[in-house]
């Protein structure tokens, strides 16, 4: 089961895809989006599994940097997040996305890398730690 969404925010193009399936048909769907979506100025991959959930994001300190600071979560459920932003994507400006993104929880920040040049870049690694697991939901948003 797969649905992707685009929708324009206010002030920013805001994308969300929605991905749900095996660690290994994740891997193919979430490495198959475009470029476009890990050259944004901030990208989040949100994961819930039944043991757990992450997140990962990196944002870069301008549109064209080509570094960005990557944060990190994690957590038993990722409650209403995704709901919350797709209710949010209509209207929202990027602050209003990224706050709500960032007040969920306790991110632990990993400092500044350069930035992927494709999703399987910037993707494959948090994917990982749900390998084991049997279904996992992938949410990405790139502001």
Known sequence: MSATAAATA?????????????PDALARR???????????RLWALLLQGPHGAHIQTQERETPDS??????SWEGADLGPLPARLVALLPT??????????????SYTDLG???????????FGHPLKAHAAE???RAYV???
């Open 66 to 71: 080509p570094t960005g600071r990557v944060r």
């Open 141 to 143: 948003l790139a502001l």
């Open 134 to 136: 049997t279904v996992v």
């Open 30 to 40: 979430l490495f198959a989006l475009p470029r476009d979506v890990v050259r944004r």
């Open 92 to 105: 929202a400006s990027y602050r209003e996305l990224r706050a709500a993104l960032l007040d969920h929880g």
């Open 10 to 22: 206010t002030g920013t193009d805001a994308e969300f895809y929605f991905f749900s399936g095996s």
């Open 112 to 122: 500044t890398v350069p930035c992927p040049p494709s999703p399987r870049g910037a």
